[in-house]
T-cell receptor, first 114, second 114 residues
Framework: DTAVSQTPKYLVTQMGNDKSIKCEQN?????MYWYKQDSKKFLKIMFS???????INETVPNRFSPKSPDKAHLNLHINSLELGDSAVYFC?????????????FGQGTRLTVV | AQSVAQPEDQVNVAEGNPLTVKCTYS??????LFWYVQYPNRGLQFLLKYITGDNLVKGSYGFEAEFNKSQTSFHLKKPSALVSDSALYFC????????????FGKGTMLLVSP
């Protein structure tokens, strides 16, 4: 019973396309995140939502638009994909937005833009 | 600015030997420190965290970490390494104005040889 699940696991698409990645958590957590891991394995936060409200937006191009229909879901839509968007995108959730709270990660979506 | 440094790209250890993966941090205020592990093609798994209290924190899979305020370090340790411990290890610090944002180190690859 997967705690944080994201789909698809792999996504190969052409430049200029629009794509979405879906994320769901069944942990009853209030807070969800999107992280980007680049080819050097460096991890950086992109967005954070708490109870469907955006609380963190870390200098991400506005081609990236997160949407949280409810607190169990946080989807990521990307417009006009560029080669530099190729990365692994991780969804995560935590019980609340407190600084002492650990995050639980999905398995990642490997996005390849060609 | 908050930051985390993992000075080693890779740590090699023989099975059965003790292992240490190093992490130093720079934060203003009290640090909230975390260790995560990433197995190949998987998401990150939470290992342990330091919030307050005892400087030696015990976590999953026999790992522990020691918080050292004077040296601003939070090294990950295990008394006896297993081949299955081979993975990418991330140290992270939580910061924010009342909400959590994890800043990750660059990661250290741990290779345990039989």
């Amino acid at each position: 019973d997967t705690a944080v699940s994201q789909t698809p696991k792999y996504l190969v698409t052409q430049m200029g396309n629009d794509k979405s990645i879906k994320c769901e958590q069944n942990l009853g957590h209030d807070t969800m995140y999107w992280y980007k891991q680049d080819s050097k394995k460096f991890l950086k936060i992109m967005f954070s939502y708490n109870n469907k409200e955006l609380i963190i937006n870390e200098t991400v191009p506005n081609r990236f638009s997160p949407k949280s229909p409810d607190k169990a879901h946080l989807n990521l839509h990307i417009n006009s994909l560029e080669l530099g968007d190729s990365a692994v995108y991780f969804c995560a959730s935590s019980q609340n937005q407190g600084m002492n709270t650990e995050a639980f990660f999905g398995q990642g979506t490997r996005l390849t833009v060609v | 600015a908050q930051s985390v440094a993992q000075p080693e790209d890779q740590v090699n250890v023989a099975e059965g030997n003790p292992l240490t993966v190093k992490c130093t941090y720079s934060v203003s205020g009290n640090p909230y420190l975390f260790w995560y592990v990433q197995y190949p093609n998987r998401g990150l798994q939470f290992l342990l965290k330091y919030i307050t209290g005892d400087n030696l924190v015990k976590g999953s899979y026999g790992f522990e970490a020691e918080f050292n305020k004077s040296q601003t370090s939070f090294h990950l340790k295990k008394p006896s390494a297993l081949v299955s411990d081979s993975a990418l290890y991330f140290c992270a610090v939580s910061y924010g104005q009342g909400y959590s944002t994890l800043t990750f180190g660059k990661g250290t690859m741990l290779l345990v040889s039989p």
